[in-house]
């Protein structure tokens, strides 16, 4: 015995039903006399929709063209001057791009006891394209509690 899940009608198992009334908005679902369904609120409504959760994803198509890390220990700034800032500090770039070059050259500080140091000259990116891609789904929810946060 099949059983009409939204009216309750029964009907015999094995057979073919060539009159069942079938609209688009319902869908014929026939479940197995005495069977256990978990059931819950119906939402069937607009005006029954738990207007305080929020549930979605969003995905994400991702393209990289660098990677870089750069720190900076002992970072001081004095910009006290009325014509000039002084920046000094201990930095270190880690730069990685396609067609990324640079020139460096090895200077003296002012003070010449505190010894030498490498700058960068010349930047340059020629050819750059892309270096890395990859995908992401985001998966959230949100319940508010505060008509206001809405």
């Given at each position: 015995m099949l059983?009409d899940y939204?009216?309750?009608?029964?009907?015999q198992?094995g057979?073919?039903?060539?009159?069942f009334?079938?609209?688009?908005?319902?869908?014929p679902v026939?479940?197995?006399s005495?069977?256990?369904?978990p059931m819950t609120a119906?939402?069937?409504?607009v005006?029954e929709i738990?207007?305080?959760l929020?549930i979605?994803a969003?995905?994400k198509?991702?393209?990289g063209v660098a990677?870089g890390?750069?720190r900076?220990e002992n970072?001081?700034?004095?910009?006290?001057?009325t014509?000039?800032?002084?920046?000094s500090?201990k930095?270190?770039a880690q730069?990685?791009?396609?067609?990324?070059?640079y020139?460096?050259s090895?200077d003296?500080?002012?003070?010449?006891?505190?010894?030498k140091?490498?700058?960068?000259?010349?930047v340059?990116?020629?050819?750059?394209?892309l270096?890395?891609?990859?995908?992401?789904l985001d998966?959230h929810?949100?319940y508010y509690?505060?008509?206001?946060?809405?």
């Open positions: 059983v939204f009216t309750g009608n029964v009907y198992g057979a073919v039903l060539n009159s009334d079938a609209p688009l908005w319902k869908l026939f479940v197995k005495g069977s256990i369904i119906a939402n069937n409504n005006s738990n207007k305080k929020r979605g969003k995905l198509f991702l393209f990677d890390d750069v900076l970072l001081r700034a004095d910009l006290s001057g014509d000039k800032w002084i920046v500090g930095a270190n730069v990685s791009m396609k067609g990324f070059t020139k460096t090895e003296e500080y002012n003070n010449s006891d505190k010894g140091y490498d700058k960068i000259d010349d340059d990116v020629d050819g750059a394209g270096s890395g891609f990859g995908m992401a998966l929810s949100d509690t505060y008509p206001s946060v809405q």
